[in-house]
Structure formats: structure tokens, C-alpha cells
């Protein structure tokens, strides 16, 4: 049950795009289509962005997309705005018997 | 309005023992699998536990396992966990979860979270 591997940051200007990656294996990121990312604002709690590698629930911008390949996971933020400022983690499914498990968050800056 | 509203949070020293409950509302509660993700002090999101929407099915991280027990009673629209032998390591942000009505699994996607509670331990 070891974390997933994100970068520990991220930036862009606005109106940029910007990529967040997330690196597990084939027990976990690899061997489903599980993944899901969540934004959370500093003394909040996290919100889903992204579920099923890149479904989006109703309510998240289009801006916000997801994509795998192989054991690495990403999220992709088009046209940043400035409240797209904030943390992101990954999550992916790891097995029947087992908890999901995080990856360690990346923090996403708007220039 | 959906909400989940966690309690039980304290100060407690190692080795000592804390249940924190999570209150649902807003929706049929014994329709979904909950659980409790935490958070420490500046650092990642966790999965502590899982249960599926009747409390048969339970998940547990690798070091909490035998020393929490998470539960529910659907009649009350509760969710229990009780953490036992508490370690310094413990200490955290509990958030409690609800599974995403379009995902099959919570693990799939959590699309309520509570504000959260507060467990320290330390002596």
C-alpha cells in the first residue's frame, strides 16, 4: 500500500495548460481504470475532479480532463484560472481487498 | 442538503483510545459504502477504512488493522470508527466519506467528504 508518486508542484500562467502526473503500478494505477483526482483548497475538503481516469462529475469544468497510460495517470488543467490554485492528489482503486490508495499531492500554482 | 458531520476528535495519549462517529443526512445513508480518510499535519490525503452500505464488507489500511474497527448503524445514519493502542503517527485530520453515486466502489470516487475532526495523539 505505498503511495502514489506526484511531482510536489505545478505551475502555469493563465490561460495556460498544465499536466499533473501520477505514478503507481500495476497493482494499482496499471491494473484498473480506477483512478480519480481530487483539488482541495487549504483547511478544506478534497472535491472530485476526475473519476474513472477521465469522467468528470456534473458540476467540473471541462477544463479539467484526465488520461492514463501504462502505470502513470495524469490530470491536465486547460486555460488556468486563478482558482484553479490549489492541491491535487490522485487516487487509484488497488485491489478487492485492499484500501485505495493517495498519491502524495501536488500543489498547483497560477502565475 | 447532503452533509456528513464528524465528532470524537481529542487529545489522547499513546496508547489510548478514541471513537469518532460521522452523522449523515440528505441522503439513504444505508444505500452506500462510507469510510475515513485522514490527513496529517501538512501532509497527503489516506485512506484509513472502508465499509460497504450493510457493514459486512470491511477495509482497513495495513497499520491500522487490528487496532481500529470501523462501523455503522444504518438505523441512526451513522458511521463509527473506533481507534485503539493510538500511536503519534495517528494523529491527523479524520474526513469521513461517501461513495459517488456513479461509482461502484468508494474507491472508485468519494464525492461528500465531512469538514473533518481532529485526533491528536501525544503525551
Known amino acids: 500500500q505505498s503511495a502514489l508518486t506526484q511531482p510536489p508542484s505545478a505551475s502555469g500562467s493563465p490561460g495556460q495548460s498544465v499536466t499533473i502526473s501520477c505514478t503507481g503500478t500495476s497493482s494499482d494505477v496499471g491494473g484498473y481504470n480506477y483512478v480519480s483526482w481530487y483539488q482541495q483548497y487549504p483547511g478544506k475538503a478534497p472535491k472530485l475532479m476526475i473519476y474513472?481516469?477521465?469522467k468528470r462529475p456534473s458540476g467540473v469544468p471541462d477544463r479539467f480532463s484526465g488520461s492514463k497510460s501504462g502505470n502513470t495517470a495524469s490530470l491536465i488543467v486547460s486555460g488556468l484560472q486563478a482558482e484553479d490554485e490549489a492541491d491535487y492528489y490522485c487516487s487509484s482503486y488497488a485491489g478487492k481487498y485492499n484500501v485505495g490508495v493517495f498519491g502524495g499531492g501536488t500543489t498547483l500554482t497560477v502565475l | 442538503e447532503v452533509q456528513l458531520l464528524e465528532s470524537g476528535g481529542n487529545l489522547v495519549q499513546p496508547g489510548g483510545s478514541l471513537r469518532l462517529s460521522c452523522e449523515a443526512s440528505g441522503f439513504t445513508f444505508g444505500y452506500f459504502a462510507m469510510g475515513w480518510v485522514r490527513q496529517a499535519p501538512g501532509k497527503g490525503l489516506e485512506w484509513v477504512s472502508a465499509?460497504?452500505?450493510?457493514?459486512?464488507?470491511?477495509y482497513y489500511l495495513e497499520s491500522v488493522k487490528g487496532r481500529f474497527t470501523i462501523s455503522r448503524d444504518n438505523s441512526k445514519n451513522t458511521l463509527y470508527l473506533q481507534m485503539n493502542s493510538l500511536r503519534s503517527e495517528d494523529t491527523a485530520v479524520y474526513f469521513c466519506?461517501?461513495?459517488?453515486?456513479?461509482?461502484?466502489?468508494?474507491?472508485?470516487?468519494?464525492?461528500?467528504w465531512g469538514l473533518g475532526t481532529t485526533v491528536t495523539v501525544s503525551s
Open positions: 466519506a461517501k461513495r459517488a453515486p456513479y461509482c461502484n466502489s468508494i474507491f472508485f470516487g468519494v464525492d461528500v
Open positions: 465499509t460497504d452500505a450493510g457493514g459486512t464488507a470491511t
Open positions: 474513472e481516469v477521465s
